[in-house]
């Protein structure tokens, strides 16, 4: 069974910083390319990264370039969000999805900047 | 980027009764790779997303035959053919054609 499930969020202060973790099981997460997507609260959703399987390569949204980063570490079927100058605006619960079908989606992992 | 519009944004439903959306984008969503990258997603409140269709007409595993995604190009359409209590909720539409990735604004379907 396929599952993702989302850490790491929590309260920030604007220019603070947050690492958000998304652990996979149920599949091999090296064989899948990845998406984190937000949702600010009563709104909808914003897609925000890709990472391929490899990790070679990477897209983020205007929103959040040169802020963000993602990563992924295959070997412990991990998907990571580094988010640092973070901004009021960045308030949102995170979810982690597999690929661009959307298939698998977490729990989702709240963020609050203020 | 790709624009997505869905009509309507809200759209009160009977049990029973057929009930439909319409997303639009602002460009072809047919990818050089012959795909076109076009999902339907269903959001109760309080969960994340249920993806329901994938590829304008694929409907994932478990999704009832009710739902029904069709269109090409740059107009696409979400059909339920009777509409019943658990379709509450939000759709949207998104693509994954060109980055980024965009989703329409949801439809809230309600009773």
């Known amino acids: 069974q396929v599952q993702l499930v989302e850490s790491g969020g929590g309260l920030v202060k604007p220019g603070g910083s947050l690492r958000l973790s998304c652990e996979a099981s149920?599949?091999?997460?090296?064989?899948?390319?990845m998406n984190w997507i937000r949702q600010a609260p009563g709104k909808g959703l914003e897609w925000i990264s890709y990472i391929s399987g490899s990790g070679g390569t990477t897209f983020y949204a205007d929103s959040v370039k040169g802020r963000f980063t993602i990563s992924r570490d295959n070997a412990k079927n991990s998907l990571f969000l580094q988010m640092d100058s973070l901004r009021v605006e960045d308030t949102a619960l995170y979810f982690c999805v597999r690929l661009r079908n959307f298939d698998s989606w977490g729990q989702g992992a709240l963020v609050t900047v203020s | 980027d790709i624009v997505m519009t869905q009509t309507p944004l809200s759209s009160p439903v009977t049990l029973g009764q057929p009930a439909s959306i319409v997303c639009r984008s602002s460009q072809s969503l047919e990818h050089s790779d012959g795909n076109t990258y076009l999902s339907w997603l269903h959001q109760r409140p309080g969960q994340p997303p249920r993806p329901l269709i994938y590829k304008i007409s694929n409907r994932f595993s478990g999704v009832p035959d009710r739902f029904r995604g069709s269109g090409a190009g740059t107009y696409f359409t979400l059909q339920i053919s009777r509409v019943e209590a658990e379709d509450v909720g939000v759709y949207y539409c998104?693509?994954?054609?060109?980055?980024?990735?965009?989703f329409g604004q949801g439809t809230k379907v309600e009773i």
């Open positions: 149920g599949f091999a997460l090296k064989d899948y390319p």
């Open positions: 998104a693509q994954a054609t060109q980055f980024p990735w965009t």
